[in-house]
């Protein structure tokens, strides 16, 4: 029968940290678009809907922390460790709408431009610098997971929003020229573009069950068959649940089957010790019952002890 071993580790840091980040986040936010709509400027009112964008998904993520702590049940044998990854898929979905907003009235104010409050937005914009910057060390320091991660986009997009608002604001303070204000604010949105899709390939990675990245396959299968008894090792799969916690399962073929307890256990070790896998699902094989099972290729590759 097939051995199963697993293991759970959740940082309850991280929910805190999220929920910690969201009340300052939220009550600048509230701060920062009243100073946007009496400024006029562009790029202030993007920070602050980048800030309000931030509140959700920072509300959002330390949901997703709490569910995922969530022990297994009989609907859900994993558990809920994966919304983590929806959560972060969700604040991907925010950021790129939100992207697209301010790529409209950018445009928008390029064609139609308007008289913007120079000194104001300075002020707004470093105040909002300094939050931005004490939410990203209390990010920085907590669990980095898919989750974390995205919230961290959030905020590294209102770092650079402020930023160019305060840019901005210095230039159409010290010589008038209101074309600045969209011209960063369209900047800002492709940086924040860029990181936005890479994430979402690392957040869809996980949801198709891919190998993680930083793990690859042909070295775990040969690592296994290279253990003492272990003879082929093939229907190997490894994948994650969430962006730290990883999973496999593999058919393996020993020259013993009496002794399936010693190897399943130097197995688990390397797995654990080597690869960072911990939740495992290895099932023996004889070597009869693999050459019967594995003679039309069903079997997909095969890893044998020195083969690679």
């Not at 562009?42 to 998904?57: K, R, V, Y």
């Not at 919304?83 to 301010?102: P, R, S, Y």
């Not at 573009?193 to 869809?204: E, K, N, P, T, Y």
């Not at 307890?261 to 699902?281: M, N, P, Q, V, W």
Request: proline share 3%; charged share 15%; net charge negative.
């Amino acid at each position: 029968m097939a051995d199963h071993r697993h293991s759970h580790n959740h940082n309850h840091d991280s929910q805190s940290v999220l929920l910690s980040a969201l009340v300052l986040t939220a009550l600048f936010a509230g701060v920062e678009v009243l100073a946007g709509w009496w400024a006029n400027s562009l790029a202030l009112i993007g920070d602050a809907g980048h800030m309000i964008t931030d509140s959700l998904s920072l509300g959002i993520g330390a949901l997703a922390a709490w569910m995922s702590r969530k022990p297994p049940s009989t609907k859900h044998s994993y558990g809920l460790a994966r919304a983590e990854t929806v959560g972060a898929l969700i604040n991907i979905l925010f950021m790129l709408a939100l992207i697209g907003f301010l790529a409209v009235e950018a445009i928008d104010r390029l064609t139609h431009p308007a008289p913007v409050k120079g000194e104001a937005v300075m002020v707004v914009a470093g105040l909002g610098l300094a939050i931005n910057l004490a939410v990203a060390w209390m990010l920085h320091r907590g669990e980095q997971n898919l989750n974390v991660r995205g919230a961290m986009l959030h905020v590294m997009g209102d770092l650079l929003g402020s930023v160019a608002a305060l840019v901005a604001g210095g230039v159409i303070f010290w010589t008038g020229w209101n074309p600045i204000d969209p011209i960063l604010s369209i900047l800002i949105a492709a940086l924040i573009l860029a990181s936005s899709l890479r994430l979402l390939r690392d957040i869809l990675h996980v949801i198709m069950e891919g190998v993680p990245f930083d793990i690859e396959l042909d070295a775990v299968g040969q690592a296994m068959a290279d253990c003492q008894g272990v003879t082929h090792v093939h229907d190997l799969h490894v994948w994650a649940l969430d962006s730290g916690t990883y999973a496999i399962s593999a058919h393996v073929v020993v020259d013993c089957m009496e002794a399936w307890d010693t190897y399943r256990a130097a197995l688990e070790c390397l797995l654990a010790d080597s690869f960072g896998i911990k939740h495992t699902t290895l099932q023996p094989e004889s070597g009869q019952n693999f050459d019967r099972a594995c003679a039309d290729g069903a079997c997909g590759k095969d890893y044998t002890p020195g083969s690679y």
